[in-house]
């Protein structure tokens, strides 16, 4: 691949995330709600119809504002870092034990660089509708300083490695084995895989990020255990997997369209 390439192949990846990850947003929206401490006992629909007649659809798109901003760099990054490290495009054969690494680094650089900080507002957003966006951040610039917007980091970024590195090597595997409309069938395959494997790490992640005041990871998890037992690690995977399922087909089809 030659340098106009290279740099041409930058526009699918933006344009890829942005579409796919503000298409499937209502289910991540739905699945942080089943996850926040509190609505265990709740049914989902009842906690979003009281939000609805509460706050009207202006939270579920005030929350949403984070997670678009960034949703084109953070595909951008994963996949771009991702082929770096591979040393070929998606798709391309390539040794199982490097997709599995280069996967994994992909998704740890994204996680820290992109993912961290619009995560934990979009929680804390969620979590609290009576706020407003510069509300969020500005809470948590002046109880926490720059660094209160990596609150959460650790468990997203071991997350986010792990997702990457299991989502990506799966797509690679199944992608050499089926015909050429494989993305569509693959993505949601291979999202859903990584769902499940990384499902405990998500749940960690909800409940560091529902505030700004500290928490240390071994707390989270307690406090998760206690509340829920063993399956309360897996609270609102079937919803990510009804989210991550088919954003990862989009986001792989829309990547093999627009870069032909």
């Known amino acids: 691949m030659n ?21 499937t947003w209502p289910i991540e929206y739905s699945k942080i709600v089943r996850q ?7 049914k989902l629909f009842t906690v979003l119809r009281n939000d609805y007649f509460k706050y009207g659809f202006r939270n579920l798109f005030k929350s949403m504002i984070p997670h678009a901003i960034t949703s084109g760099p953070r595909v951008l990054v994963r996949l ?6 591979k040393g070929s495009e998606i798709g391309e054969q390539s040794n199982v034990y490097r997709t599995v690494l280069a996967g994994g680094i992909a998704g740890a650089i994204e996680g820290s660089i992109v ?6 507002v979009k929680v804390m957003l969620i979590n ?38 299991s989502s990506l090597s799966m797509y690679e595997w199944l992608s050499s084995r089926t015909n050429k ?4 069938v693959t993505g949601v ?4 895989f990584s769902v499940y494997v990384t499902a405990p790490f998500d749940v960690i992640k909800t409940y ?12 989270s998890v307690r406090n998760i255990y206690i509340n829920n037992g063993i399956l309360g690690f897996f609270q609102g995977a079937f919803l990510r997997s009804l989210r991550v399922g088919p954003l990862h087909s989009i986001m792989y089809f829309m990547y093999d369209v627009l870069k032909k």
């Open 115 to 120: 993912m961290a900080p619009s995560e934990l």
């Open 181 to 184: 409309y494989n993305s569509l």
């Open 128 to 165: 609290h509708p009576e706020y407003s966006v510069w509300k969020c951040v500005s809470e948590i610039y002046s109880q926490r300083g720059f660094f209160g917007f990596y609150k959460g980091m650790t468990s997203t970024v071991m997350r986010h490695t792990i997702n990457q590195a």
């Open 36 to 42: 926040l401490p509190g609505n265990k006992d709740k």
């Open 80 to 85: 771009q870092t991702y082929e770096m490290l």
């Open 189 to 192: 395959v291979a999202g859903v």
């Open 3 to 23: 340098d106009r390439q290279k740099y041409t192949n930058l526009y699918p990846k933006f344009i890829s995330g942005l579409v796919s990850q503000t298409v």
């Open 208 to 219: 560091q990020q529902r505030n700004v005041q500290k928490e240390p990871i071994r707390h």
